[in-house]
């Protein structure tokens, strides 16, 4: 049987669940974009600018069906896509991104009296090269044999072990070539059926032999789309649990023994019931720097590190003072033979009752010194909770709103929140809360940018205007990049160049406005509440502009050099010793 | 004598003539942006996305002192710039780009243990070998020694034979090092300091042995600020003149012997000139396939070709079935040398009359077809020439826009058009038009963008208005993308999936409104010279909305794989041997 090209990379698409693909039109793959013309089950979103496609496709992947795609046309079309490409490459996000290319007569790469030129085709670019260090596979196709193959491969790299993204770049002349239909031998179903075995006695004794363990809990989970065989593990044990930003929505914030999320910008009580543990159980987290503190050396010194990853380049790390004992498995494969056994734990009573009274005492005697002239972004989250509809997925952008965020959203059980932890990128926010939405066009999504933020990919607010998204769009606008001022501040004597000082906004509200979509302002704590209740109770899109104070700091957060336990402000030295007293 | 890292970067600065560097601000950049706090001999400029700084950079260098810089912080600071970094690679255009990186001991290259994780430090990625092909040179710093030598080879790399893009990239610690400053010893002068001779009799005698030789004068002639020797140098002949786009704005329109330029959406004269000359004179262009038509078996079928390149791989590059000549050298000392000389030239009277006669014969008797509802755009182009400044630089976007403008613009003598030929990417115009107000801030800036360019960059239009820049963003306005339209047209039937269907555009006007700009709008041919003489007569911004017909093609446009004097709509077999008779 024969297809063209372009049909067969649909009908792929659309049996990996792709029902939208992001794209951005072009010379070099208008060939491949003509095929939707033909198609009700697998259709297109334009976008307005290629970064925004890849961030989309991230998102989309991430609270959809674990798989997404873009295409984009070659040179600038293609290297637009970067950015997004490195988000879903650090945080293992399975993506496809297509790229066109220019005919094969015009590469460079075809003759040696070329090859070393800077160009030969119109827009031609080497993607594959600029890509191979940001994805599982980036490959030019050069062959028009064995497709059906060679896109599954891709799709398996994608998806299997650790996750990440592909490209596939795709010369003009194949684009609308007749294919010989490959049948398709799909790689074995390893998941549940790997080939290694767990050795339970060394986890089980390490558990047992503990006085203080804890967990940590990461994007793993998810990522092995383990959620169910991790819940049943999860209830085995009378543990500590916290977890990383990455494993944020793993649990609701009020499930039994859930501490809250650690690390650099952390819960207090969740960073001392770490630094205090002698045993952690690391599930599905690289443990990186803003997890552990940059002084490593200081990470839970009296801990031993117990590690269960698949990714053997992280369980080969050898950063940590810590003695670490490794576990190489797939997460959903450990949980899944974990559960067909009966072991039993410790129940762990006094440490349990330690940790909840470090808790209580912090959530009762440290309070967040809160600016009250304009609005207090934990006051906002504080309520923004509230608000939130049942199944809300919160997408959160990269900056000062990003960690008040997370240092005050409580999940409820059927929420999700993502971000793209790893890259990290300013802009991220608009783009993956539309990827969202396309993934889950019934839900509530709650975007989270800031005034930096926003204009990254502000282009994109005429797609939620277009689709009449139900996006709630609040940029907590602070004026200028508040994380960084807060980091000049501290250690370079706050002359705050480039971040206060040369750093404008435009009128942020008019700009919502220009793209039609409705728009409020959070002026202060006083009008957090009217304006929730208006935003929050119909479905459509809002744009608003929260209203922080300009010297808003993050509080607490980690100083450089500092041991996970003493956040700054740093509490007085009798709490201190009180809590630390509870603890050991 | 010692001097702190960013302080020695901003002196080298300095003296290469940056007086802005286009900055955004980030964890990794922060200490190296602090160091402009002492300075007035060095400014930043805060800009909101840095796929734009990299844009307005490139264009900074273009129109300015021939070197620009930014300066981001890493990962998708990075990362973002490499599209921008892409014009000026293509275009072979210096700047050069400061990136931060993590602090040294956060490197996963640090230790083989770490080496093949994803990632280390917080935003740490690979810029350096994702832009190696992209660059003279990429390179991380992992030394404090020699920084002066190695600032200077940078610059000199970027500067000399054919120039290009450098990247820096600089982890944390060593951004606020004291270092020993190693004293300069400058690479020497080689530009009319040659070590190669030039064969100006092969030169001389291709020429008086021709019957009819043609001139193509190409970007290099800028590129190796040969202006001032080109013009004694091009004087001495008396021979048809044409130019590629590259070289567009070497020429004032009515220049004796310049009969505009050639290609796939070329002029028809200029282009039937070329394809029946028997000796074809490249100066300073690649003849890539948007020049020769991407059948390059029928390019000048007739003539030879002499061409003077400074880059090997340009002169090795084997496409063309024309007997090639060539001549290794700069192009500045090739005129040198050659202006030296007092070399004596045939007249080519009767070529030369043809020439002219062909010439008055097309714009005699072959018209566009205007589409007269809304605004034709050559209408629009023919008016714009008309109110622009004597001084003006006309700066272009990528899309149908740039071809009508390209057909359409005759520049006077001393103003400038530049556009991102190689790389044209959608989105450069509005940053490089802000780069071009900062290289000569009391200069006539027009700004050429379409609707589906414009969002790209769309948040710059903040610094159009916060420095209140004289520039004139005209957004020819089709409601698509024009260019693949037509594309779709000839060659896949008119569904024009994702580039009319599938595609909308915001308010336009709108969104120039909510950035504080002074909005207009040209709705038809009868319009535009109000608004015209409106907008070009105040100094400070304008935003105009250019109404153009969805329908509205490029005309003439080369069809694939015809020759380049069968441009569409072909003219009548009657008028065509006419003038071939004329010509041959």
């Known amino acids: 049987m024969k297809k063209k090209l372009g049909k067969l990379i649909l009908d792929f698409l659309v049996k990996k669940k792709v029902k939208y693909v992001f794209i951005l039109n072009g010379g070099a793959i208008a060939f491949l974009i003509d095929f939707f013309k033909d198609r009700n ?77 800077r160009q030969i085709g119109f827009q031609e670019t080497d993607i594959v090269s600029m890509t191979k260090g940001i994805t599982k596979k980036s490959i030019q196709l050069n062959t028009s044999r064995n497709i059906n193959k060679l896109l599954n491969n891709l799709y398996y790299l994608s998806t299997n072990d650790r996750g990440g993204p592909v490209l596939i770049d795709i010369p003009i002349n194949y684009q609308k070539k007749d294919i010989e239909v490959d049948p398709i031998k799909l790689p074995p179903k390893k998941l549940l059926n790997r ?21 940590i809990i990461g994007a793993g989970i998810r990522l092995s789309k383990s959620e169910r065989n991790f819940y049943k593990f999860i209830k085995k044990f009378n543990i500590p649990i916290v977890t990383t930003w990455g494993g944020f929505d793993i649990l609701p914030f009020n499930f039994k023994n859930y501490f809250g999320n650690i690390g650099v910008y952390g819960q207090r ?55 670490k004992i490794k576990i190489y498995s797939d997460l959903n494969y450990f949980f899944y033979k974990f559960n067909q056994e009966s072991f039993n734990y410790k129940k762990f009573f006094d440490w349990m009752k330690c940790c909840q009274q470090v808790n209580d005492f912090i959530n009762t005697h440290v309070e967040r010194k809160y600016k009250s002239k304009t609005t207090s972004p934990y006051n906002f989250f504080d309520l923004l909770n509230e608000y939130s509809s049942k199944n809300a997925i919160f997408v959160l952008d990269t900056g000062a709103h990003l960690t008040w965020g997370m240092q005050t959203i409580k999940l409820k059980k059927k929420q999700r929140l993502i971000s793209a932890f790893g890259n990290s990128p300013m802009g991220y926010a608009l783009p993956a809360a539309i990827g969202s939405y396309f993934a889950n066009t019934f839900k509530q999504i ?58 404008t906004n435009p009128d942020i509200l008019a700009i919502g406005k ?28 809002a744009f608003i502009n929260v209203v922080v104070d300009k010297n808003q700091t993050i509080e607490p957060k980690l100083e450089f050099g500092n041991s996970l336990d003493r956040l700054s402000p740093i509490i007085s030295t009798k709490s201190y010793t009180d809590m630390m007293k509870k603890i050991s």
């Open 269 to 323: 009580a969740a960073n001392l019931i770490v630094q205090n543990s002698d045993l952690i159980i690391a599930l599905g987290t690289r443990l990186d720097t803003r997890v552990t503190g940059s002084n490593i050396k200081t990470f839970a010194p009296k801990a031993k590190l117990l590690i269960i990853d698949i990714d053997k380049n992280e369980l080969n790390k050898n950063r940590y003072s810590n003695k």
């Open 41 to 117: 089950d697998i259709k297109y979103v334009c976008v307005n600018h290629e970064q925004a496609a890849a961030m989309m496709a991230d998102a989309y992947s991430r609270v959809g069906p674990g798989f997404a795609a873009t295409m984009v046309t070659s040179g600038p079309g293609a290297t637009n896509l970067i950015t997004g490409i490195c988000c879903s490459w650090f945080d293992s996000i399975p993506t496809m991104h297509i790229c066109g290319q220019v005919n094969q007569s015009d590469l460079k790469s075809k003759d040696n009296n070329t090859i070393n030129c």
């Open 446 to 503: 709650i975007c989270i940018t800031g005034d930096g933020s926003l204009h990254i990919n502000v282009q994109e607010l005429h797609l939620v205007h277009k689709y009449n998204m139900n996006i709630k769009i609040f940029v907590l606008n602070n004026e200028g990049y508040g994380i960084i001022k807060q980091f000049q501040g501290l250690y370079l004597n706050g002359y705050y160049e480039g971040s206060e000082k040369g750093y």
């Open 195 to 215: 080939s290694y075995k767990i050795n339970f006695n060394k986890f089980n004794s390490l558990i047992n032999n503990s006085l203080r363990p804890v967990f």
């Open 514 to 541: 220009s793209y039609k979509i409705k728009t409020f302002i959070i002026r202060n704590n006083k009008s957090i509440e009217t304006v929730l209740s208006k935003v929050m109770s119909y479905n459509g899109p």
